[in-house]
């Protein structure tokens, strides 16, 4: 059974830097394609990050030269490094992992992480 964990979003002030973790279990991040993305109230959940196996990166226009989406295929887990933040970076942060090796490509998600960028 796939599994994701996310952990590591808080609070934090304009300009600081917060690392999310999302910690897979059931497969492996080396061999799916992996992805961060993040949902305000009301609003549809929108991606940030995503990293293919061969580690192919794509970042949304909103993040990039702020944020880092990184793998260790050792921890099986995969990071987002947001510096630089802003008050509008406030968002539940969700992983997603896509199964390149399964018919359909079954897509699967954490329970999200809030992260708070507030004076």
């Known amino acids: 059974q796939v599994q994701l964990v996310e952990s590591g979003g808080g609070m934090v002030q304009p300009g600081g830097s917060l690392r999310l973790t999302c910690a897979a279990s059931?497969?492996?991040?080396?061999?799916?394609?992996m992805g961060w993305y993040r949902q305000v109230p009301g609003k549809e959940r929108q991606v940030v990050a995503t990293?293919?196996?061969?580690?192919?990166?794509i970042y949304a226009d909103s993040v990039k030269g702020r944020f880092t989406i990184s793998r260790d295929n050792a921890k099986n887990a995969v990071y987002l490094q947001m510096n630089s933040l802003k008050p509008e970076d406030t968002a539940v942060y969700y992983c997603?992992?896509?199964?390149?090796?399964?018919?359909?490509?079954?897509?699967?998600w954490g329970q999200g992480t809030q992260v708070t960028v507030s004076s």
């Open positions: 059931g497969t492996s991040v080396s061999l799916n394609a």
């Open positions: 997603q992992i896509k199964l390149l090796r399964q018919r359909d490509f079954p897509v699967y």
């Open positions: 990293m293919s196996p061969g580690g192919t990166i």
